[in-house]
């Protein structure tokens, strides 16, 4: 079951307040970035945050670690009671994010060769 779309747009609704958050489908379901890094992953309506040393200090011990997908790295599953609190998911977006390295720049691609008939 693919993630609604009406999941997304109350997630995102919750993190109007950070300014560098988007979102982007792939495979059917969705990744959150902030600042321009994979901070979540939403899969059959569930967030995945990464899990991060901030991350796991401000959501307490009472976590539960879950895959996004199957072979998926664990990630923080975030119940309904961080995600309603709009302030504390955007504290936890905004720490993890701060914790993750930047992303690695893309390399160029190659121009196409043309093809000769």
């Given at each position: 079951?693919?993630?609604?779309?009406?999941?997304?747009?109350?997630?995102?609704?919750?993190?109007?307040?950070?300014?560098?958050?988007?979102?982007?489908?792939m495979f059917?379901?969705?990744?959150?970035?902030?600042?321009?890094?994979?901070?979540?992953?939403?899969?059959?309506?569930?967030?995945?945050?990464?899990?991060?040393?901030?991350?796991?200090?401000?959501?307490?011990?009472?976590?539960?670690?879950?895959?996004?997908?199957?072979?998926?790295?664990?990630?923080?599953?975030?119940?309904?009671?961080?995600?309603?609190?709009?302030?504390?998911?955007?504290?936890?977006?905004?720490?993890?994010?701060?914790?993750?390295?930047?992303?690695?720049?893309?390399?160029?691609?190659?121009?196409?060769?043309?093809?000769?008939?």
């Open positions: 079951m693919a993630t609604s779309q009406e999941t997304m747009d109350y997630i995102m609704d919750q993190l109007s307040a950070l300014p560098t958050v988007r979102s982007r489908k059917g379901e969705h990744a959150i970035y902030c600042e321009e890094k994979v901070v979540a992953l939403v899969c059959n309506d569930q967030v995945f945050v990464k899990i991060t040393e901030p991350g796991k200090a401000l959501v307490g011990k009472t976590y539960e670690e879950g895959a996004a997908y199957a072979g998926a790295k664990p990630s923080m599953v975030i119940d309904a009671g961080v995600l309603d609190d709009h302030e504390q998911f955007c504290t936890l977006i905004r720490a993890t994010a701060e914790a993750l390295p930047a992303p690695k720049p893309k390399k160029p691609r190659k121009p196409k060769k043309p093809t000769t008939k």
